[in-house]
């Protein structure tokens, strides 16, 4: 990385020793001070950090030839994992709160549902360039802290402790890229777990300190939806006044540059292109023109339960993101012919079509109310756990663990299943002693992410002030 971008900053050495102790002194202190439990002490210090890794992931979908970059920060079993779960764990709920948030494609869809267009009426899709490496810390920390004092129940001490810990997040980010160590000085970095819920943040800060003070807010913004960097507007007057709002947006000292797209006939807003009919927003299915065929090959090695049930969610899909059956049957025919082309049985996607057109669209939007319980067997060390996922009402998961019998388990009647199924059962016995020599190595360290998101969920979800 020699032309190192500007919010870029190279260190001399790895800062890895130097930058762990200042945060154990931080964790420690707030220990001694009753802020936190033993539990989430041992929750947040990561014993043999790793150091986090730059790499670039390539934006396909805005070109093909010579694609931008995505700069992506790894930093799993590094020293800002756990303590970025923390953060995202306890400011999450204020993301869901923000008058603008949009969970997803179907939640919007729930949003527009019932809102009826004047005449008269722009669509207007709008992009914030470079959102995550354009937050100034101190800005970002100014929203945090914005937010944090509005909440409800809060606990100063322990929102104090949060503030300390993102703040360390944000200044102490560095990585290793071609043997050189570098450090972030503006921004956040993608691939943190507290990035997106940061980024909500800051930009709910911008729309409640700025967007909603507009002059022109109030008397023709008829909507205002945003799902983290992509804004959906939906403008009830002349374009002359559309042109001047998003300028005036454009004018600011916080390095927001949003980029713009208005119609009066139909927009492409996440998947969906949506469009006026009859002073209501219908909509259709959005794919860029460089996607490619990406769907599962039906020859692949995955079980074939998974291998059946994509075509069935992925016509569902359709069916819930297209108002019309006409656009339905459109979206299924192009649908159907990509499923072709990787393999899969003709029975089986005309049973998937058949079954999401005799769907009623209205109820897919429905969230099931069903006790969910997710329950999976990973191999953790040289035993197995049978972790269970909860899901509780009030939205947080509490993880159960127990070991399982001592042994390895074995199939019903190893001498009766298929080959295939020999060679699953084959490779999960290496995978046991590859994963049983690695824990060996690093120590006793959970090197597995996913028992180790599971866990740490556990830890906060027993925090006294949650």
């Known amino acids: 990385m020699p032309n190192h971008p500007a919010w870029l900053k190279q260190n001399v050495a790895d800062p890895t020793s130097l930058f762990k102790d200042q945060l154990d002194c931080i964790i420690n202190g707030a220990f001694r001070d009753h802020i936190v439990t033993k539990k989430e002490v041992d929750f947040l210090i990561t014993p043999i950090p790793t150091v986090p890794t730059f790499y670039a992931l390539p934006k396909f979908h805005k070109s093909l030839v ?39 494609s179907t939640h919007l ?73 570098f450090r972030q000085i503006s921004g956040t970095a993608m691939g943190a777990c507290c990035a997106p819920t940061y980024a909500n943040l800051f930009l709910g800060w911008w729309e409640e300190t700025v967007v909603y003070q507009h002059n022109l807010f109030s008397s023709r913004v008829h909507t205002w939806q945003r799902y983290i960097d ?65 769907l599962l090959h039906f020859t692949s090695f995955h079980t074939f339960h998974l291998r059946k049930g994509i075509p069935k969610g992925q016509f569902l ?28 049985p003709q029975r089986l996607v005309s049973g998937a079509f058949q079954h999401a057109l005799q769907q009623d669209r209205k109820h897919l939007f429905e969230k099931r109310n069903k006790a969910s319980q997710i329950c999976f067997q990973g191999l953790i060390g040289s035993f197995g756990l049978a972790i269970s996922l909860r899901m509780e009402s009030r939205g947080k998961r509490q993880v159960n663990a127990h070991p399982t019998t001592k042994g390895s388990p074995k199939p019903r009647n190893k001498l ?51």
């Not at 300028?247 to 540059?257: Q, T, Y």
Request: glycine share 4%; aromatic share 8%.
């Open 66 to 104: 010579e694609p931008p970059g995505r700069p992506i920060v790894s930093g799993i079993g590094s020293i800002f994992e756990r303590p970025c779960i923390y953060v995202d764990h306890f400011l999450q709920p204020l993301v869901t709160s923000l008058k603008s948030f949009t969970r997803d």
């Open 109 to 181: 869809l729930q949003l527009l549902e019932e809102r009826e267009i004047p005449d008269n009426t722009l669509l207007i899709s709008m992009d914030v360039e470079s959102l995550y490496t354009s937050i100034a810390h101190r800005s970002g920390m100014q929203a945090v802290t914005y937010f944090l004092e509005k909440a409800i129940d809060r606990s100063i001490e322990h929102d104090n402790f949060i503030l300390r810990l993102l703040h360390f997040i944000l200044d102490k980010n560095y990585f290793v890229f071609d043997r050189k160590f």
């Open 230 to 294: 992509d804004i959906l507007l939906i403008w009830t007057g002349p374009v002359e006044d559309c042109n001047q709002f998003i300028w005036d947006l454009n004018v600011n000292n916080l390095n927001i540059k949003l980029t713009s797209v208005i119609s009066e006939t139909n927009i492409d807003f996440l998947d969906l292109r949506l469009s006026i009919m009859d002073s209501r927003i219908v909509s259709g299915l959005h794919r860029k023109t460089t996607a490619t065929n990406s």
């Open 317 to 344: 899909r359709v069916r819930r993101n297209c108002s019309t059956d006409d656009e339905f049957r459109h979206q299924a025919k192009d649908l159907s012919d990509r499923f072709k082309k990787r393999g899969y």
């Open 416 to 466: 009766g299943t298929s080959v295939r199924n020999n060679i699953l059962w084959n490779a999960m016995q290496t995978n046991h002693m590859l994963e049983e020599q690695r824990h060996q190595i690093r120590g006793g360290r959970q090197f597995r992410q996913g028992y180790q998101m599971d866990h740490l969920r556990k830890v906060i979800t027993d925090h006294p002030n949650d």
